[in-house]
């Protein structure tokens, strides 16, 4: 980092679920000058208002800390931003929330000579959605890709629309590491490590669940678990309309199934076996070289997101598990995937950090940003995503927007959760029974 940052870096995360909190904060951190450049060091968080801002408990389960953390909406963190001198701000948002705050920013920093190094990337696998995502992040001076073969792809879409791909930097997933694999735990120990959307219907749930079961019954003397993100009523980054903890109500479990939830790097330290659809608890697990496999009951599909694990060597079903199957993963796979198995995970972030450190350099501060999504480029696309969080196509707040000169007082508070509580009723609880209905 350059000598003015090395005295004192002051550095902000906006995030709008416990995951991105998880990966925008984590990523902060790895993105931070090595302790023993005598840096001081200031992580402020902001949580975007919404329906998944997470719970004090999901706070605490991700383990995270900041030195200030705080809960606003998008016109409040952009009057502050105005207000306050960050060297680095990471946008852990989904990408309509990322394109409303380049352009946000934008306008609030018009006119000023310093502005921070805006940061910003996604969670985990990207599987989905690849050019609408990537193109709405379009504008950050750093898109971070998870693995080489993120950055590729990543390029490869700015370039084919025109667009400057420089922002793209590979580094890793920030949230990797424990100690590697050594051999089997006493009780052998399964984990499957379930997903809020994924599967998304009743039958599929179920169905997984009750394999979940099965397998513990077939092989009495190991120890099967069902890692859970959030507990009934709270959201993370997706949508969970139907629990695993209401499917399983009723059941008739063995002894030795359980419910778990906490720090997934926590769940692995006692991992023998992971299995799941699709989630990047497999990249963890593979990280540490635990057996890890991706099921294929449902077939191996997009929308389950599995495809992505095509080559890895640890597609398998139910079946081939109960029979005492043993994944083997392949070496060239896991290498593009950001993994770093092969211990190279420490300098995963050095070229992200002198990128930054450059750009902190740069005589004369930066230029505005630019995305690559404009009242031109997209007239009929924009406009709406910036209205959503009371920007109007300029960047600049809405009349009416929330003000941010003043708490929220007693009354705003009780409405905000009365409102955030019916949404969720409505996700868990009325919405599955409508769609039942339309089913008849």
């Not at 076996?273 to 699709?278: A, D, E, F, K, Q």
């Not at 029979?323 to 593009?336: F, I, M």
Request: aromatic letters at 6%; proline letters at 7%; one cysteine or more.
């Amino acid at each position: 980092m350059p000598a003015s940052a090395t005295k004192s870096l002051r550095v902000a995360v906006l995030a709008d679920s416990d995951t991105r909190w998880k990966w925008g904060a984590l990523t902060a951190k790895r993105l931070m000058p090595n302790d023993s450049d005598g840096s001081e060091i200031r992580l402020d968080g902001y949580l975007l208002r919404g329906r998944a801002t997470p719970t004090a408990r999901q706070l605490q389960e991700v383990g995270v800390h900041a030195d200030s953390l705080r809960e606003v909406t998008a016109v409040e963190f952009l009057r502050e931003m105005e207000q306050q001198s960050y060297d680095i701000l990471v946008l852990s948002l989904v990408g309509g929330g990322v394109q409303a705050m380049l352009h946000g920013l934008r306008s609030a920093w018009a006119g000023r000579e310093k502005r921070p190094v805006v940061v910003t990337g996604y969670v985990g696998v990207v599987y989905e959605k690849l050019a609408d995502g990537l193109l709405l992040r379009h504008g950050a001076d750093l898109v971070l890709a998870n693995s080489r073969q993120d950055a590729d792809r990543f390029r490869a879409v700015y370039e084919g629309v025109g667009a400057d791909s420089s922002s793209v930097t590979e580094v890793a997933l920030p949230f990797l590491g424990g100690a590697p694999y050594e051999g089997e735990y006493k009780p052998y120990t399964v984990v499957f490590a379930a997903q809020p959307s994924v599967p998304d219907s009743r039958r599929d749930r179920t169905y997984l669940l009750n394999r979940l079961i099965q397998h513990a019954r077939k092989h009495p003397e190991r120890e099967v678990l069902l890692k859970l993100r959030s507990k009934p009523g709270e959201h993370t980054t997706h949508i969970e309309e139907l629990p695993y903890q209401k499917l399983v109500q009723g059941k008739d479990v063995p002894a030795n199934f359980r419910l778990v939830y906490g720090h997934m790097g926590d769940v692995l330290d006692h991992t023998d076996l992971l299995v799941t659809m699709s989630s990047t608890a497999a990249l963890e697990a593979l990280h540490r070289r635990i057996p890890t496999v991706v099921l294929t009951d449902l077939g191996i599909r997009e929308a389950l997101g599995n495809h992505h694990f095509v080559g890895s060597g640890c597609l398998a079903s139910w079946d081939q598990l109960d029979a005492g199957h043993r994944p083997a993963p392949d070496a060239d796979w896991v290498a593009r995937q950001g993994v770093a198995a092969d211990g190279t995970y420490a300098t995963a972030f050095d070229a992200a950090r002198e990128r930054i450190a450059k750009l902190l350099d740069r005589p004369g501060g930066l230029p505005p940003l630019n995305p690559y999504y404009t009242p031109e480029t997209a007239p009929g696309y924009l406009p709406g995503i910036l209205a959503r969080h009371h920007l109007g196509p300029d960047g600049v707040p809405l009349p009416g927007a929330p003000a941010a000169d003043k708490a929220p007082g007693p009354v705003r508070q009780i409405v905000r959760r009365a409102a955030r509580g019916a949404y969720r009723h409505g996700v868990q609880r009325v919405a599955p029974v409508i769609r039942r209905m339309g089913e008849l």
